[in-house]
């Protein structure tokens, strides 16, 4: 089994940054694509950006050149770098792995951008 853990979510005024990590551990051969999701309250779960295991990468428009997604596969770690947070940026953050075609997502991570 896999097990997934996202960290480094807070409180943070609207214009501000924080930085989210996801760490990927358990029966590990050979992780896709890592990516980054998140549901605001009343709303559904929405993607946010992803990188493939050749480093590609790709975002939702709402954070095209704010968000910056990263991964370091020797330590099986995906990174989310938020930039100039808007108070729309709130909710739950939640990391995707997949890998041998199943996918694996951790508990979460709660953003609050105040305005």
């Known amino acids: 089994q896999v097990q997934v853990v996202e960290s480094g979510g807070g409180l943070v005024q609207a214009g501000g940054s924080l930085r989210l990590s996801c760490t990927a551990s358990?029966?590990?051969?050979?992780?896709?694509?890592m990516g980054w999701y998140r549901q605001a309250p009343g709303k559904q779960r929405e993607w946010v950006a992803s990188v493939t295991s050749g480093g590609t990468t790709n975002y939702a428009d709402s954070v095209k050149g704010r968000f910056t997604i990263s991964r370091d596969n020797a330590k099986n770690t995906v990174y989310l770098q938020m930039n100039n947070l808007k108070p729309d940026d709130t909710g739950a953050y939640y990391c995707?792995?997949?890998?041998?075609?199943?996918?694996?997502w951790g508990q979460g991570t709660q953003v609050t951008v105040s305005s």
């Open positions: 995707n792995m997949q890998q041998l075609g199943s996918n694996y």
């Open positions: 358990g029966r590990i051969f050979s992780i896709n694509a």
